[in-house]
């Protein structure tokens, strides 16, 4: 069988084996690519929209529970202001009607004072007065500065001078007479001097009243009343028990004179008026109490309406917002599965181009063996054949260089088969190796390749540390990326922070790029960057395009070379 015959032959032998490669292939790329953890949208999305959601909810319904707050504490401030505000009306309704009745009363005393002074004074009160005025008062005030015994015992002797005038009894008769079945319980009448000339209480005759404030302002010209209540108070009809009062000190003047005689004291029994005005206060304190009850009762239902239209609110906002959850988890839903869909079929693009990979180094490797096998045997006859023709033709120049040639370029074809099986060999493991001899050999293979038609330049970096990859890995990087590129193509090595970098870059000519050049490139550097990131390394590009850069980490151990 010649050499041909035998390499179709094993060519045949791979292909049929090849054809039960893919399965157990694919099972363990699609394992490799498992490794990477995509992006969980949905779950993120979740956790995400719940916690926003129940963050919302919250900041809701706190707002809404403030907002009920400070409904409520309005309303009670509302309300303890109107109590406030009635509780002081009624207060001061109360003390008006007081004042009113004190006035009315003082009115009323007034005009019994007229009435006293028009019938008594001139037949029986002036006689007395000036009578009167013949009693010293100096003995008395100047004992009540030092001693109030003897000053009381002082005006009790002129109290009994004064009721034995004469005309004092007929007096005190016709005062009594004039007063019986009125409201008057006690009148009393004083010269200008504060002596008591006339009380219907005989003992009060005598008394000095000079520094009376009532009796100051009568003296005055000014009419002064008093509201007292009195729980024993001595009147015309004898002595009676827990009485409202209201005493008026009245200046007395005669015959339309301004000037003032003598000052009457009448005290008026105002308890059925001071009832009634107790029993109106009463009534309003009730009504009061009775609109206050409305108002609270009104404040209560009001509050529990908003509460119920604040509960009503927080439910239709939780249920638009489990309506837009839900509408929401449903589109990122879809575009999970989208995505899910997507990535499975990028991983099984790329799980196939990297088992295409796999099938045409594996057929490059066993083609390279075969011809190395078939080759080497006759290169080796071939190079013995040459030795020994040399060694025959001694002093024949022409024939012993002939003889050198023909083993010059068995050792070169030797050497071309060596590199092309280590170029082809599929190793899938991680290996300490350096990346020079990878490359080296790439952009060798590259050489060979009629459709590849842009040059390469590479320059290997000296002294660069070793790293742990997958060899295969990078020959898959750089067959993927090299054909994308068009025009002069300079590949570099050298050190860098993470470990080694491996510098593409490229001057392009003058040949556009068409659109479906275009998408085959960014197909090419879906795999280009995955198997960067299955190396541990990364990529970046620029100079839009023109320039790429690969990172990859490298591993200091004792029995590097370096």
């Not at 004992?143 to 005006?155: E, L, R, V």
């Not at 092309?420 to 290996?431: G, H, K, L, M, W």
């Not at 330049?457 to 002294?463: H, K, T």
Request: aromatic share 6%; hydrophobic share 40%.
């Amino acid at each position: 069988m010649s050499i041909l015959a035998n390499i179709r032959a094993r060519q045949r032998g791979f292909q049929a084996v090849s054809l039960d490669f893919p399965a157990a292939e694919r099972a363990a790329a699609t394992k490799a690519l498992g490794t990477r953890r995509p992006f969980q949208l949905l779950r993120y999305f979740s956790i995400a929209a719940l916690l926003s959601f129940a963050v919302v909810g919250v900041a809701l319904y706190l707002m809404e529970r403030r907002e009920l707050e400070f409904f409520d504490n309005v309303q009670q401030q509302q309300s303890r202001l109107f109590r406030d505000a009635q509780a002081e009306l009624s207060s001061e309704t109360e003390q008006a009607a007081r004042r009113s009745l004190v006035k009315a009363q003082e009115i009323a005393n007034v005009n019994l004072t007229h009435l006293f002074a028009n019938s008594l004074w001139d037949a029986h009160v002036a006689p007395i007065l000036i009578r009167a005025q013949a009693l010293s008062l100096d003995q008395c005030r100047a004992g009540k500065a030092g001693d109030d015994k003897a000053a009381q015992a002082c005006q009790g002797e002129i109290g009994l001078k004064l009721k034995s005038l004469p005309g004092f009894r007929e007096l005190d008769q016709r005062a009594i007479a004039t007063m019986r079945n009125s409201n008057v319980f006690k009148i009393k009448v004083f010269d200008l001097r504060g002596l008591t000339i006339y009380s219907s209480d005989h003992s009060q005759i005598g008394e000095d009243k000079r520094a009376n404030a009532g009796w100051r302002s009568a003296v005055g010209g000014k009419a002064a009343s008093e509201l007292t209540h009195r729980a024993h108070f001595s009147s015309f009809e004898g002595v009676v028990e827990n009485r409202d009062l209201i005493s008026s000190y009245i200046p007395v003047r005669r015959n339309n004179s301004p000037e003032v005689v003598g000052v009457f004291e009448i005290y008026s029994d105002v308890t059925p008026l001071l009832e009634q005005v107790k029993v109106s206060s009463e009534q309003l304190a009730r009504l009061i109490a009775a609109n206050q009850g409305r108002i609270e009762q009104t404040a209560k239902r009001d509050f529990q309406i908003a509460a119920a239209n604040a509960g009503e609110l927080l439910r239709v906002v939780g249920g638009l917002l489990i309506l837009l959850f839900a509408t929401l988890l449903y589109i990122v839903r879809r575009g999970q599965a989208i995505i899910d869909e997507q990535r499975a079929a990028q991983e099984r693009r790329i799980a196939q181009e990297h088992l295409w990979h796999r099938e045409k180094m594996a057929a490059m490797s066993a083609l390279a063996a075969n011809v190395s096998h078939e080759t080497g045997n006759a290169l080796t006859v071939i190079a013995a054949l040459g030795q020994q023709l040399a060694d025959r033709l001694q002093g024949d120049d022409e024939a012993a260089e002939a003889a050198d040639s023909i083993q010059q370029q068995s050792r070169r074809i030797f050497s071309m088969t060596r590199q092309i099986s280590a170029f082809a060999t599929v190793n899938d493991r991680p290996e300490y190796t350096s990346v020079n001899p990878v490359i080296e050999a790439v952009c060798y293979f590259f050489s060979f390749d009629r459709r590849f038609r842009s040059p390469i330049e590479f320059r290997p970096g000296q002294n660069l540390p070793w790293c742990d990859l997958v060899p295969d890995y990078l020959k898959e990087v750089l067959m993927n990326l090299l054909p994308t590129l068009s025009g002069h193509i300079t590949i570099e090595t050298g050190p860098c922070a993470k470990g080694v970098r491996i510098r593409v870059r490229v001057e392009p000519d003058d040949q556009p790029m068409s659109a479906e050049d275009e998408s085959h490139r960014a197909s090419r550097m879906e795999i280009v960057g995955q198997r960067v990131e299955d190396m541990g390394g990364t990529l970046a590009s620029g100079e839009q395009g023109r320039l790429f850069d690969i990172e990859l980490p490298a591993v200091k151990r004792e029995d590097s070379p370096h």
